[in-house]
């Protein structure tokens, strides 16, 4: 018996687009979903083959509109891999990092020792990551940056730092600018706590850069900085999720014809998942985020359970690393 995508590439309606999606989910597991970190392991539950997991994922809807949906809307997934964080790496360095320096700095940029005066600013950094989910040695061997030796995440510091002994440091390091960088955020709420803690106990210029960021998460820490008065506080996203790439509950003006009925096989999913577990956000992701993100190192849980929520009853694309 053939799979429903080999049912639907015979289907004269669903045909040409079955075909194309096929061709292009398996050219993508090829190339990038190859990389997801999750599935690299061999494991008798998670099968590492990404066509597999679709065909198994799919056979979880009971509605064959579900299953359609569904299997369309991979097409629309944004997979953050691993030579994108690269290039986000890249481009915080070189567009945003070095030109806050020099505006800070007054560097003129076409004097002969302008680049002696940015590398000694940068020596006088502290480049840390907001969550320990940023991989900082990955971001410092891409930049080509250093920094300070000590790189610790700013929410962990929330729970367990000493702002003397943060001081002390700051003081003994010569430290004259905060960087705090993060790979993904959706809603904004650990990244607005690390930016309020960190300004709380560091008084100089605080750079913060998410990579990748949602709009709701940007309007949050737009609102934390501006509320809270965080006058020492520069905020510069790498890249901003627009709100009409999301799915939420509600119906963004603009967004692709299929996400309508891509709710419905969320909350469908989410209908049948949580006989099994609860699960926070419920059926469009951790707060509604409604993201459609995929990191090769992980899924957020910002992205609808659909699409990582791994069980006996549920098979997902990407099934998620649960963190501790």
């Avoid at 590398?119 to 840390?128: K, N, P, R, S, T």
Wanted: proline share 5%; charged share 25%.
């Amino acid at each position: 018996m053939g799979s429903k995508i080999d049912e639907w590439e015979l289907n004269v309606e669903r045909r040409d687009r079955a075909m194309y999606l096929r061709g292009l989910y398996e050219t993508m597991a090829i190339q990038l979903y190859g990389q997801y970190e999750p599935t690299r392991m061999v494991s008798h539950r998670v099968s590492r083959k990404f066509l597999k997991r679709i065909e198994s994922w799919i056979d979880c809807f009971d509605e064959d509109d579900n299953k359609w949906a569904a299997f369309r809307s991979l097409e629309y997934l944004l997979f953050a891999w691993q030579s994108e964080f690269d290039e986000l790496y890249r481009h915080a360095a070189e567009n945003i990092i070095k030109p806050w320096l020099i505006d800070i700095n007054n560097i003129d940029i076409f004097s002969s020792n302008a680049n002696k005066l940015i590398d000694e600013a940068i020596e006088q950094c502290w480049i840390c990551p907001a969550t320990d989910s940023l991989r900082i040695n990955g971001f410092l061997h891409v930049s080509h940056m250093k920094g300070k030796s000590i790189r610790p995440d700013w929410y962990s510091l929330c729970e367990l730092g000493s702002s003397g002994r943060i001081g002390d440091f700051v003081k003994k390091s010569n430290v004259k600018y905060l960087i705090v960088i993060e790979d993904f955020s959706g809603t904004g709420s650990q990244l607005s706590k690390s930016i309020e803690y960190a300004a709380s106990v560091f008084k100089g210029p605080i750079l913060v850069v998410p990579l990748i960021i949602c709009a709701p998460g940007h309007n949050k820490v737009q609102s934390t900085i501006s509320s809270k008065s965080l006058q020492n506080v520069k905020y510069v996203p790498g890249l901003v999720i627009s709100e009409d790439c999301l799915v939420g509950k509600n119906a963004i003006d603009g967004q692709p014809k299929l996400f309508p009925k891509l709710r419905e096989a969320m909350k469908a999913g989410y209908r049948k998942i949580k006989k099994e577990k609860e699960l926070r956000g419920k059926a469009f992701g951790y707060q509604g985020t409604g993201s459609l993100v995929v990191l090769y190192s992980n899924c957020p849980n910002n992205t609808p359970p659909i699409f990582h929520y791994n069980g006996e009853i549920w098979q997902p694309p990407f099934p998620r690393s649960a963190r501790a």
